[in-house]
């Protein structure tokens, strides 16, 4: 049974334990609500629980823990030349897993048997072309390990699903036993209920920071493991960006660094004063009408994908400041620029600021306002002497997720500013930023043992590093400011 069904079941069994428990504690009370000490629907949603609680943790875990226990099983059988190390190890269990997947894909379309799915040879069939005939390509031919491995990759993760499909089950239906049985007018269901749901919050709480730990280990390790390759000086200190797959690379990152500051700077002279002063004029200025038109059509930028703003910048922008500032002056014959893609950037994040804003300044009370009318000040400085003041934790807000934003922005670079590393405060020239040189890194068919490779990783945690400073520097800003106010 496949997971989808297998979820189907889940929710069938969960809704009859719903039924069937708000019934018997109904029934156990004569029909009288009155007697039971919660309403029918908490014995209900018990019975439900009940019923999804144990069935959902014994699929999450076995969905977990088989591909690890399958990948060592069949690792264990497999000639040490194909698992010397992690990089052969894995590239191995990758045809495995290829080959596997053709075989189920073979027997799901007919094409071969199941018998002779797990009977197949490589002695004395071409496994490669009856594999391409399914829709399954392999980049060479398949050896006789690899298909005996795969052969028992398919007969193991069977037996693993049918084993999943019975524990499940029986989960489920013990927990609808369960469920149904405690459904008695004593039965404190509403605060079982209660307790059932805390412990869900909490368990979300928990994958959000557990997600956080897994991604900052996974950037650590790899960082650590391009650091003993490549010395951390030259990564730092390193004024040249000239990545080499065959050896003898340049991987110092101040290029890339200088590109993404240069852009993010840029980016964010256009969004702030523009999101800001439109934050301001909707929220203290507009009149009901102009707001409800304007708002919408500014957050409709939003929408955007920012492919559309890359080509925007590499068509419209790129040219217009090309031809009208960069010849003119004689600062370069480029439309990939700084500029193209710090102003694209920038109206990108023009609704970010000012939607987040004027949202803030909303909230601030009317009472301030009042206040301050009643001293005698005019709008403008209500605006600038309390209101902007109050609001500033959240307009710093805005402004840090549209930074966080400009400094993760890949598509819009590489269409508007190109990809040259190099260092220069010409802002017509065509720059690169740390986003693009991870994606470029990680594209191809790449040796993940190499420095060239695992730089994408150290990269990605330099940036993490550097943003987790200026939420940091921020939160103090903020802090120091709110003692003014408060």
Known sequence: MSVLMLLAAIAVLAFAGFVLSRQRSLAAAGGNPRLLHSLPNYYGWYGAISVLMP?????????????????????????????????????????????????????????????????????????????????????????KEVLSAAQDYRELAHWGAAGRTALVILLAAIGLFWGVTRARPDFRARNRVEQAILVLLIAASLIAI???????????SETYNFFTMYPARDFFFGLTWSPNFRGGSDLGFLPLLWGTLYITVVSMLVAVPIGLFTAIYLAEYASRPVRNWVKPLIEVIAGIPTVVFGIFALVTVGPFL????????????????????????????????????????????????????????????TVRQVILPAALPGIVGAILMAASRAIGETMIVVLGAGAAAKLSLN????????????????????????????????????????????????????????????
């Open 322 to 381: 090309r031809d009208w500032f960069a010849e003119p002056t004689g600062l370069g014959n480029s439309g990939s620029s700084v500029m193209t893609a710090g102003i694209v950037i920038g109206i990108l994040n023009i609704p970010f600021i000012s939607s987040l804003s004027d949202d803030i300044i909303n909230a601030v009370p009317q009472s301030l306002r009042d206040g301050s009318y009643g001293l005698g000040a005019t709008r403008s400085e």
């Open 210 to 220: 557990l997600t956080t730990i897994g991604i900052v280990w996974s950037m650590l």
């Open 427 to 486: 802002p017509f020239e065509a720059m690169t930023t740390m986003t693009v040189k991870i994606v470029g890194q990680l594209t191809g068919d790449t040796d993940f043992a190499s420095p060239e490779t695992l730089v994408a990783f150290a990269l990605g945690m330099t940036l993490f590093v550097i943003t987790l400073g200026l939420n940091i520097f921020a939160l103090w800003i903020v802090r120091k400011y709110r003692e003014q106010y408060e």
């Open 55 to 143: 069935a959902l943790i014994a699929l999450t875990v076995w969905l977990v823990a088989q591909p690890i226990l399958l990948e060592q099983r069949i690792t264990a059988n497999l000639p040490a030349e194909l698992v010397a190390d992690a990089t052969t190890r894995e590239l191995t269990m990758a045809d495995v897993r290829r080959v596997a997947a053709g075989l189920d894909a073979a027997v799901a379309q007919g094409t071969m048997t199941e018998a002779e799915a797990g009977m197949i040879r490589t002695e004395f069939t071409n496994v490669r072309e009856k594999l391409a005939v399914v829709g399954v390509a392999l980049g060479s031919d398949v050896s």
